[in-house]
């Protein structure tokens, strides 16, 4: 059910989207790279309007978000698509999609659906939802008006009006930060590391914030980029949460997943800016430790949660936990 879609200016007989930094320009009956926004009868249509891929009540810490809610239930629901080209995709099946694949699901269907479910929080997730601005905006506008809470997990690569807009119908975001090389962010990737960088901040104005690096052997795995990478969050706040996902072979990358010892390496190098560093996509224990007393906040085991804390602090030394707990 395609729909007009915002930020789109006309360029002569063509259309220009600004939505994200690839800025397509598009004649009559074409679609950018996306995959989802197209050029017709002179205007921009949301071609996937509303065409859910993927449905399924997730646990909150598998965004990953393990300092927003941690325990409880996030209907998570995922559309075709993506902005990007990354050569690892984990989720090319979806991304690569067509726009009509799917289901249509109405923004209210989908909030009856979290409800039923005994959710508290819708996220949009699975390949790359921002490209489906229109419907992310009429469902975390109805979400809100109920008492569920949104959050986005996103590549982030999106222009700053749309990116503010959306980001203040959130409540929580996890972000990649796929690389500290611009010129890997624009060849490889497809994307855009300023524009990238500009949303984290302009997240953090607006919602609780974590971060993904997906450590690619041979790509991004080098101590010195994580630890520029680290070094950066941390001139945020040394209290944003950062996930370090280990990289399986998928999509046109067959070279071997990443290493225990390299994850292990890594994350003692961004623990040294970072107070919460955790290590995803090996099945290794992370649980929150206070950053003073070491004391364990927040036990997790495959995706089970036990909190230790009093009143959102420390139980020990009573630092204030850094997060969205209810
Ligand atoms: S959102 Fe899609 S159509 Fe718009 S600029 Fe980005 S890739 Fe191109």
């Given at each position: 059910?395609?729909?007009?879609?915002?930020?789109?200016?006309?360029?002569?007989?063509?259309?220009?989207?600004?939505?994200?930094?690839?800025?397509?320009?598009?004649?009559?009956?074409?679609?950018?790279?996306?995959?989802?926004?197209?050029?017709?009868?002179?205007?921009?249509?949301?071609?996937?309007?509303?065409?859910?891929?993927?449905?399924?009540?997730?646990?909150?810490?598998?965004?990953?978000?393990?300092?927003?809610?941690?325990?409880?239930?996030?209907?998570?629901?995922?559309?075709?698509?993506?902005?990007?080209?990354?050569?690892?995709?984990?989720?090319?099946?979806?991304?690569?999609?067509?726009?009509?694949?799917?289901?249509?699901?109405?923004?209210?269907?989908?909030?009856?659906?979290?409800?039923?479910?005994?959710?508290?929080?819708?996220?949009?997730?699975?390949?790359?939802?921002?490209?489906?601005?229109?419907?992310?905006?009429?469902?975390?506008?109805?979400?809100?008006?109920?008492?569920?809470?949104?959050?986005?997990?996103?590549?982030?690569?999106?222009?700053?009006?749309?990116?503010?807009?959306?980001?203040?119908?959130?409540?929580?975001?996890?972000?990649?930060?796929?690389?500290?090389?611009?010129?890997?962010?624009?060849?490889?990737?497809?994307?855009?590391?300023?524009?990238?960088?500009?949303?984290?901040?302009?997240?953090?104005?607006?919602?609780?914030?974590?971060?993904?690096?997906?450590v690619v052997p041979g790509?991004?795995?080098?101590?010195?980029?994580?630890?520029?990478?680290?070094?950066?969050?941390?001139?945020?706040?040394?209290?944003?949460?950062?996930?370090l996902s280990a990289y399986?072979?998928?999509?046109?990358?067959?070279?071997?997943?990443?290493?225990?010892?390299?994850?292990?390496?890594?994350?003692?190098?961004?623990?040294?800016?970072?107070?919460?560093?955790?290590?995803?996509?090996?099945?290794?224990?992370?649980?929150?430790?206070?950053?003073?007393?070491?004391?364990?906040?927040?036990?997790?085991?495959?995706?089970?949660?036990?909190?230790?804390?009093?009143?959102?602090?420390?139980?020990?030394?009573?630092?204030?936990?850094?997060?969205?707990?209810?």
């Amino acid at each position: 059910m395609p729909q007009t879609a915002k930020w789109w200016i006309n360029k002569g007989d063509k259309i220009e989207c600004l939505l994200c930094p690839r800025l397509c320009v598009l004649s009559l009956g074409e679609t950018g790279f996306c995959g989802i926004r197209k050029h017709e009868s002179g205007e921009l249509s949301a071609s996937g309007y509303g065409m859910v891929t993927a449905e399924s009540p997730d646990p909150i810490e598998k965004k990953p978000l393990y300092h927003f809610y941690p325990g409880a239930i996030a209907w998570s629901v995922g559309f075709a698509g993506c902005n990007l080209h990354c050569p690892f995709c984990q989720n090319h099946n979806i991304a690569r999609a067509k726009p009509d694949s799917g289901r249509f699901t109405s923004p209210s269907k989908v909030i009856d659906d979290a409800i039923s479910s005994g959710a508290e929080i819708i996220a949009y997730t699975y390949s790359e939802p921002t490209i489906h601005f229109e419907y992310l905006m009429d469902c975390a506008y109805r979400a809100s008006s109920v008492g569920l809470k949104n959050v986005l997990v996103t590549n982030g690569n999106l222009n700053s009006k749309p990116g503010l807009e959306l980001l203040s119908k959130m409540d929580g975001v996890n972000i990649d930060l796929k690389s500290w090389d611009s010129d890997y962010y624009k060849k490889t990737l497809g994307g855009n590391l300023k524009a990238v960088k500009h949303f984290i901040e302009t997240a953090l104005e607006h919602c609780w914030v974590e971060i993904t690096t997906l450590v690619v052997p041979g790509d991004n795995d080098g101590e010195d980029e994580i630890e520029s990478i680290s070094e950066w969050i941390a001139s945020l706040s040394n209290d944003i949460p950062f996930h370090l996902s280990a990289y399986h072979p998928a999509y046109k990358y067959s070279r071997p997943a990443t290493s225990t010892n390299k994850m292990k390496q890594v994350y003692d190098v961004a623990s040294k800016k970072l107070h919460f560093v955790y290590i995803g996509n090996l099945g290794i224990a992370n649980n929150t430790h206070c950053p003073d007393c070491k004391r364990t906040l927040i036990s997790r085991s495959a995706y089970s949660v036990q909190m230790a804390m009093r009143d959102k602090n420390c139980p020990r030394c009573g630092l204030k936990v850094p997060g969205v707990f209810k």
